[in-house]
T-cell receptor, first 114, second 113 residues
Framework: DQQVKQNSPSLSVQEGRISILNCDYTNSMFDYFLWYKKYPAEGPTFLISISSIKDKNEDGRFTVFLNKSAKHLSLHIVPSQPGDSAVYFC?????????????FGTGTRLQVTL | DVKVTQSSRYLVKRTGEKVFLECVQDMDHENMFWYRQDPGLGLRLIYF???????EKGDIPEGYSVSREKKERFSLILESASTNQTSMYLC????????????FGQGTRLTVV
């Protein structure tokens, strides 16, 4: 049961333009949603998050939008830069009372071209 | 600078071997996690630990076990390595209480031949 889905395995965007990465979820019990960025041969690094009670969070060039009725979130990168080329994972976080567990999507590979 | 360190970047092991993957964090985090990353499948949780000597199964625990004898160290054990356990293994840690992001190690690429 894939609770978090990223249906686009790859995306190519020109430098300077907007990148939009999408994520859908089925579990309404997530408390937060997070985006992680991963370069080859490195561990994922945290990028930005949003509480399940919010609909938007912005941090510099990165904005995450949450549409609870559609169970959909998206990450916008404006403007896109070559250094943004990486695999992006969205994740839902649920606090179980014991620990916070992350459930990841399958990832979207972003290629920012010159 | 926060750190999660995995003992090996690359490992090659033979089928049937017992394999130990080690992870150490220096952030005094209560929670530690082991994930594996495979193409098209994303990151899948194998096991996690919320305290010393405490553990819970994740989504794909079969063929694995874990050990957490000290707060800073979390070990993943492949009891009898098989070729389908060839993967990238990622350790992560996080603190407890409200929202908190998880910090990841650099990953261990394990190949079972």
């Amino acid at each position: 049961d894939q609770q978090v889905k990223q249906n686009s395995p790859s995306l190519s965007v020109q430098e300077g333009r907007i990148s939009i990465l999408n994520c859908d979820y089925t579990n309404s019990m997530f408390d937060y949603f997070l985006w992680y960025k991963k370069y080859p041969a490195e561990g994922p690094t945290f990028l930005i998050s949003i509480s399940s009670i919010k609909d938007k969070n912005e941090d510099g060039r990165f904005t995450v939008f949450l549409n609870k009725s559609a169970k959909h979130l998206s990450l916008h990168i404006v403007p896109s830069q070559p250094g943004d080329s990486a695999v992006y994972f969205c994740a839902g976080e649920k606090n179980t009372g014991i620990a916070s567990k992350l459930t990841f999507g399958t990832g979207t590979r972003l290629q920012v071209t010159l | 600078d926060v750190k999660v360190t995995q003992s090996s970047r690359y490992l090659v092991k033979r089928t049937g071997e017992k394999v130990f993957l080690e992870c150490v964090q220096d952030m005094d985090h209560e929670n530690m996690f082991w994930y594996r990353q495979d193409p098209g499948l994303g990151l899948r949780l194998i096991y996690f630990s919320y305290d010393v000597k405490m553990k819970e199964k994740g989504d794909i625990p079969e063929g694995y076990s874990v050990s957490r004898e000290k707060k800073e160290r979390f070990s993943l054990i492949l009891e009898s390595a098989s070729t389908n356990q060839t993967s990238m293994y990622l350790c992560a840690s996080s603190s407890t209480g409200g929202y908190t992001e998880a910090f990841f190690g650099q990953g261990t690429r394990l190949t079972v031949v």
